[in-house]
């Protein structure tokens, strides 16, 4: 079991918990993940590793509340453990293999949106450790739902804030904001590393193409083990075939088929759906039992 030593709400329906893997947290590096389930009968859910400490033995994640799993883990309390939390899986970010003579001559762009802010962090704070220039873009849809921008200030030479509603920040998509850097402002930068919503890491990628930004995307697709042998979390990149879990979950944006990984996380929506209208049944006190298992 894994204790959970602090529990915090950063935004409506998006928690954050440390929580107790001293394994996990001496091995973790930026750009990988975990599995982690609420108790025996919950779902696997893959979460990328938001901060670790190796002295106290703890892993950061950060969990947004939208199907019945994730409710399961939001709702645990400090105190409380989680059933499972296997780590660190997937390949790291590729900067971690670099020299620090080599990070100090390189400037980055991260664009991050909604939850996938938390991702971020880790990477930032690693290349701002080794002596690399990084710029970051933080996307939400209102300054309500903005997270981590503290942090971010700490570790980033330059935090932008884009909001769809203008509320904080720049108004408008971070796409937008991108351009005005780059065109407006004159920017450069080596590589753009960007994580956050399917929809958003596709127009980031169509967007730093038209400039040939290299651009690096974290893919959060489905995942059920985590060790590359069910397929589920495939996907084509540069019309090849990988495995999520254990190929990335970082690849090369501009050769990521997002079109077809945007479906594929559909597919199981409907049954999600169905999952979410039980528990609410079952909250309430009110169980039907036609179609379901006994």
């Excluded at 762009?109 to 933080?138: N, R």
């Excluded at 075939?241 to 945007?262: I, L, N, S, Y």
């Excluded at 409907?270 to 379901?292: F, K, M, P, Y």
Aim: with cysteine.
């Amino acid at each position: 079991m894994y204790r959970i030593v602090e529990k915090r709400l950063l935004a409506e329906g998006i928690c954050l918990m440390r929580v107790e893997a001293p394994r996990v947290a001496a091995s973790a590096l930026p750009g990988q993940f975990v599995m982690v389930r609420a108790d025996e009968k919950g779902e696997r859910i893959p979460l990328t590793v938001a901060d670790y400490d190796t002295v106290q033995g703890t892993v950061t994640i950060v969990t947004q509340a939208i199907g019945v799993s994730t409710r399961k883990i939001c709702a645990l309390n400090v105190g409380e453990s989680l059933a499972d939390f296997a780590g660190p899986l997937g390949r790291p970010s590729d900067f971690v293999h670099e020299t620090d003579e080599a990070l100090r001559g390189r400037r980055y762009l991260f664009v991050a949106g909604g939850v996938g802010t938390a991702p971020v962090y880790p990477q930032v704070k690693w290349l701002h450790e080794h002596g690399a220039s990084v710029d970051v873009i933080i996307g939400a849809k209102s300054s309500q739902m903005l997270i981590y921008t503290d942090e971010m200030r700490a570790v980033a030479d330059n935090l932008y804030i884009a909001t769809d509603d203008g509320s904080e920040g720049f108004r408008g998509l971070v796409t937008d904001l991108i351009k005005e850097l780059v065109e407006v402002r004159a920017e450069r930068y080596d590589e753009c590393v960007a994580i956050g919503p399917m929809i958003m890491m596709k127009f980031v990628a169509r967007t730093t193409k038209a400039y040939s930004l290299k651009t690096t995307v974290s893919l959060n697709a489905l995942m059920v083990d985590g060790t590359g042998m069910c397929g589920a979390c495939r996907v084509t990149v540069g019309g090849r075939t990988r495995f999520t879990c254990v190929d990335g979950p970082e690849f090369d944006a501009h050769e990521v088929d997002f079109d077809e990984a945007m479906r594929r996380q559909g597919m199981y929506r409907t049954l999600e759906e169905r999952a979410n209208a039980i528990a609410a049944e079952r909250a309430a006190g009110h169980v039907c039992r036609i179609g379901l298992d006994k």
